[in-house]
């Protein structure tokens, strides 16, 4: 499963059209809860299926979900606080309270040693026990369609932090980890929003 296998995706979606796709697809509720973990948090599909469920707390007012340091030499960054009364954050919970009370169980874990991929079964328990890379390609694929990728939910968040005119490079650091702005160049992509506004300033100029 090629990663751009339909090209690379750089028009992000609105929150609107991508809850109504996620309605209609009748994901099952756990799927569900995975698909907003990664939508919110704008994290690699790893980063979200190899969650334990001590990796989050819940609060009267917030779902903390702490990420450690991030994949690929990214940051150590402080745990990210998803407001409970997001749309699909009450399946995130309930995901989380399964787990909890759940027997620990081994889940295959992978990682690179010197350039190699290394897997190792590890016990935990475990948010997502049975999704893996090719699960998290199905469920994203199932909710955006056959042209979409897990990684594209990563660029549509960071755009969409990126169009807050206070944005700056310390807020998209903060929330992604990632140190290098090359880096994070490679996951601004475009809007129709912000295209339209610009057509609006050069006419404002120019009419």
Known sequence: MGKYAHGKKEEIL???FVKQKVINACLPWKDEAFFWLLYYCGVRKS???????????VTET????DFHQRKKRGAEV???ELPLNWYGIDKLVKAVQAASQSKPKNKAVFSYVDKKRVRALKLGRWVFPHI?????WEIVQNVLGEDYYPHFLRLNRLTEIAQD???SLTRLRSFSGIKSTTALD??????KKEQQKAIEYMNRKYS
Request: avoid cysteine; hydrophobic fraction near 35%.
């Open 78 to 80: 402080s745990p990210l």
């Open 14 to 16: 609105a929150f609107p």
């Open 47 to 57: 980063e979200a299926y190899e969650r334990v469920a001590t990796d989050f707390k």
């Open 132 to 136: 893996q890379s090719t699960r998290a």
């Open 165 to 167: 005119p206070t944005a």
């Open 186 to 191: 490679s996951y601004l992509g475009t809007s």
């Open 62 to 65: 917030s779902l903390i979900v």
